[in-house]
């Protein structure tokens, strides 16, 4: 566990994969030749995780959990820790309804960043990193660079990604998430997909036949 991830919850007994899930881990696990079984433990620890979410409301690995998946795998359980405390998109603590993922590397960070983590800061009342709201909807995480640089600044919401942000735009997302409404992600500014500002400057139309 990171240290700057704090222990104040009580970890899960055990944990076993739902008839659902157990589907998935199949089909991962057929992927691979017999004895490197163990090249699919990334997508079983996601599926770990989409579980806990889905059952919880919190999206995160339990150590049962990855006791459970180096079992599956003939795995060492300490090479799943390895590898599920390496990737940031594995929660080693219960997070909000709502993971607030700030991208605040240097494109994000050109284009406001700083305010987008403001303003969040300011809604939800978190102070620090990886801590959860009073009200248990929120965690912020800081991450590294999530690839969508050209509509900078992000503010990625659980698996979507929330593009053109400023402060206010983020404060009316975060509101609107707290009354249960979430809405569409994309372009905060209407942008067409990564297109510039003001839209498309070529292919503009169809050549005629």
Not at 81 to 95: D, G, H, I, R, S
Not at 105 to 113: D, N
Request: aromatic share 8%; net charge negative; charged share 20%.
């Amino acid at each position: 566990m990171a240290a700057h991830q704090k222990q104040d919850f009580i970890q899960p007994a055990s944990f076993a994969f739902d008839a659902d899930s157990m589907v998935q881990v199949d089909k991962h696990i057929a992927k691979y030749p017999a004895g490197r079984q163990a090249s699919a433990v990334l997508p079983l620890l996601d599926l770990a995780q989409r579980q806990m979410g889905r059952i919880t409301g919190s999206a995160w690995v339990s150590i049962a959990a990855m006791d459970e998946i180096g079992r599956i795998l003939d795995m060492p359980p300490i090479r799943v820790y390895e590898v599920a405390t390496f990737y940031l998109m594995f929660n080693m603590a219960p997070v909000g309804k709502f993971h607030l993922q700030l991208c605040t590397t240097t494109p994000c960070w050109l284009r406001g960043s700083d305010d987008i983590v403001q303003a969040c800061r300011d809604v939800t009342g978190i102070k620090g990193w990886k801590e959860n709201s009073a009200d248990g909807l929120f965690t912020m995480t800081e991450v590294e660079c999530v690839g969508a640089c050209v509509n900078a600044p992000i503010l990625q919401v659980n698996d979507d990604f929330y593009e053109d942000m400023d402060s206010e735009r983020t404060k009316a997302l975060l509101e609107s998430l707290k009354r249960g409404v979430v809405p569409k992600f994309g372009s905060m500014t209407g942008r067409q997909t990564s297109a510039p500002d003001g839209g498309p400057t070529t292919l503009l139309f169809e050549k005629a036949e």
